[in-house]
């Protein structure tokens, strides 16, 4: 005969069989063994420690390993992920980002707290700092030459369309203006070497500038976040009339397609092979001396294989001066680009980001960046 426990643990299983409850509430993990006795929420193991730094509002059990009482049960049943969707996700603006298991500890900690502390997604006067076109504030900003954070100014304006930034608090011209319709931002914890590092990119004379900033307040950081993704969608909105919500919501910010460390040679093939940092976003693959540098020392457009962009396993012949085996090489409709990685892995892992890129058939604004690549000097 099954005991209280194993009956317990019974209906808990058939619970999270029931339609909403199968994925995180929070982060949409698959496979749930947590859960939130005080919401009525199933979540992830990663998530249930988030829920434990707002232990006054959510108080957290093994779905598998904990005792549960039959109350407790009972408003599980009541309850479930659905309805605390409906509950606490009533009014998230459509340009919030509602972040994956995949991101970093910041947003899926921020969120947490947003729907379930604060409830901001109940009431829209909660959602001014991130929702009202105009955001003033300072962020430790790291020095493009000494690589010393100091504290700047910064303002996004939405009206003017424009991120800028501040080098002396009185000062009255901004050290830079960084159009909206340019910018990026990827919170990069592991790069910048702080939780709430935030690396916001844009074009500068159609080449990459980087910045990195952080701020010691999460939810101040994530506001941030979320204002130049507000900035970002009513741009688009404007710029691209007509075009569904759901096309603009992934063009709001984006992460890199895959970031990490191979060496190169010169475009002449004849010099040693050298260490570099690279990054690819979107189209460009960039590369670095350092990953924190202000810009990137070369960059390369990759299109698509229909325009005669192809990626290669190995190096072409004669070539020489590499210390890491794993070689491969883009072809361009304009010339070769060898590369050599350290690890089989990685050849593979980076082929594959390559190839993503190159199955992808062009925009027509790729056709643009495309055209100033091959204008470059």
Known sequence: MATDQEKTRMCLKQLLEKPGNGNCADCGAAEPEWA????????????????????????????????????????????????????????????????????????RDQWIRAKYERKEFLCVEKQEPYSAGYREGFLWKRGRDNGQYLNRKFILSEREGVLKYFNKHDAREPKAIMRINTVNATFQPAKIGTAHGLQITYLKENSTRNIFVYHEDGKEMVDWFNAIRAARFNYLQVAFPGTPKSDLL???????????YMEKTGPKHTEGFKKRWF?????????????????????????????????????PPNIQGYAWPFGITIVTPD???????????????????????????????????EAYFKHKP
């Open 36 to 107: 939130s006795y005080t919401l009525g929420v199933f979540v992830c193991h990663s998530c249930s420690g988030l829920h434990r730094n707002i232990a006054q509002i959510s108080k957290v059990k093994s779905v598998l390993l904990d005792p549960w009482s039959s109350s407790e049960l009972e408003f599980m049943d009541s309850a479930g992920n659905n309805a605390a969707k409906a509950k606490y996700e009533q009014i998230v603006p459509a340009f919030y980002y509602q972040p994956t298991h995949r991101d970093c500890t910041l947003l």
């Open 250 to 260: 992934p063009k709001l910010t984006r992460n890199y397609i895959k970031e990490g």
């Open 279 to 315: 990054s690819m976003d979107d189209r460009r693959l960039m590369y670095f001396k350092d990953p924190l540098d202000a810009y990137a020392r070369g960059e390369v457009f990759i299109g698509s294989k229909e325009n005669y962009y192809t990626v290669l396993p190995g190096l």
């Open 335 to 369: 010339r070769k680009f060898p590369v050599t990685c350290e690890t089989e892995d990685e050849q593979k892992d980076w082929m594959a980001a390559f190839q993503a890129v190159i199955n992808r058939p062009m925009l027509p604004q790729d056709y643009a960046v």
